[in-house]
């Protein structure tokens, strides 16, 4: 019963992503190609919104669901490191047409060839793990 939040959080997520079509393989080459601002002022928001809900953790020292207090890490910045990971990242999305969250929301629409991609990304995410120590970070 607890997960319930969590399952109507997700269906909701899904309806937000397909109603603004975050989920278009279209509305996706647009934005790679320099066509259109709707895929950019869907991600911009996000960011401001990322902004004002980090703001109001630290502000509100919110805690988790467990009670823990939530704790954000400063990370040393390296260009070349987000540089190297944004490329991948773009390349994996643009060659796709979608990223991490909107692949759920395309199968759940019906289009199992996403199931291919998921795989992909499960794969590549195991790979990260056994690969981790042996990479530069």
């Known amino acids: 019963m607890k997960g319930l939040k969590f399952i109507f959080t997700g269906i909701f997520f899904g309806i937000v992503m397909a109603k603004s079509e975050a989920i278009s393989w279209y509305r996706i080459q647009e934005m790679f190609r320099f066509q259109s601002f709707h895929m950019y002022g869907i991600i911009g928001t996000a960011l401001v919104l990322g902004v004002i809900a980090v ?4 502000k509100l020292k919110i805690k988790d669901v467990s009670g823990q207090a939530i ?9 070349r490191k987000y540089l190297i ?5 773009g390349l994996g999305w643009a060659l796709t047409g979608s990223c991490p969250g909107p692949m ?7 289009y199992l060839s996403m ?20 990479l530069p970070h």
Request: charged fraction near 10%.
């Open 85 to 89: 990971g944004g490329s991948v990242f």
């Open 71 to 79: 704790t954000l890490q400063s990370k040393e910045m390296s260009w």
């Open 55 to 58: 703001y109001l953790i630290k």
């Open 115 to 134: 199931l291919v991609v998921v795989l992909g990304a499960v794969v590549g995410t195991y790979l990260y793990g056994i690969l981790k120590n042996k």
């Open 104 to 110: 759920f929301v395309n199968i759940g629409y019906g």
